[in-house]
């Protein structure tokens, strides 16, 4: 049982490009979010999913884009880097019902310069 | 407001001492969920505990305590004796109506 599984663990992106982060999970659950991490700020909430087909925005979606093809898959796209995307990136997944906590993926360290 | 607040950026102790890292939350719902995350220095997060509210019995794992007092809306964690690998950072989180709200962690430093 791999959980949520994340990649690229690092990635150094140049001002403008595009690229995606991957995340997958084979716990069959519902609820699929993003995290971004950054010092002092705690994990703020990017995008979330409530299941295959259903995307909804969280505190900070400006510059990122979602989509839910699948229960397991949950792919990030950043569409133009910018250097204060620079974050370390948390796929997590949950039950659908608020009892279950989430359990994370390893985390994405991006760099963009 | 914050609907989970860590007030303790982050705390230093020496080996063995007791810690205890406190978060505050703030809900109307009568059914939500408290859970504690470990990020150690490797950086993935690390479930700790759940609780619900209407378990307001403390638990204890080990050298890990928590104290729920929902008349304080208070849900605190201590570790008994640190050691230097309880060196991380430590999330507080709120679970109601089906969303999460995370605390911005205490950074915890555990010197030999």
């Known amino acids: 049982n791999a959980g949520v599984t994340q990649t690229p663990k690092f990635q150094v992106l140049k001002t403008g490009q595009s690229m995606t982060l991957q995340c997958a999970q084979d716990?069959?659950?519902?609820?699929m979010s993003w995290y971004r991490q950054d010092p002092g700020m705690g994990l703020r909430l990017i995008h979330y999913s409530v299941g295959a087909g259903i995307t909804d925005q969280g505190e900070v979606p400006n510059g990122y884009n979602v989509s839910r093809s699948t229960t397991e898959d949950f792919p990030l796209r950043l569409l133009s880097a910018a250097p204060s995307q620079t974050s370390v990136y948390f796929c997590?997944?949950?039950?659908?019902?608020?009892?279950?906590?989430?359990?994370f993926g390893s985390g994405t360290r991006l760099t963009v310069v | 407001a914050q609907k989970v607040t860590q007030a303790q950026t982050e705390i230093s102790v020496v080996e063995k001492e007791d810690v205890t890292l406190d978060c505050v939350y703030e809900?109307?719902?009568?059914?939500?969920?408290l859970f504690w995350y470990k990020q150690p220095p490797s950086g993935e997060l690390v479930f700790l505990i759940r609780r619900n509210s209407f378990d307001e019995q403390n638990e204890i794992s080990g050298r890990y305590s928590w104290n729920f007092q929902k008349s304080t809306s208070s849900f605190n964690f201590t570790i008994t004796a640190s050691q230097v690998v309880d060196s991380a950072v430590y999330f507080c989180?709120?679970?109601?109506?089906?969303?999460?709200?995370f605390g911005t962690g205490t950074s915890l430093t555990v010197i030999p």
């Open positions: 809900t109307r719902d009568t059914t939500y969920y």
């Open positions: 716990m069959n659950h519902e609820y």
């Open positions: 989180a709120l679970s109601e109506s089906g969303q999460f709200y």
């Open positions: 997590a997944s949950r039950p659908l019902q608020g009892r279950y906590g989430y359990t």
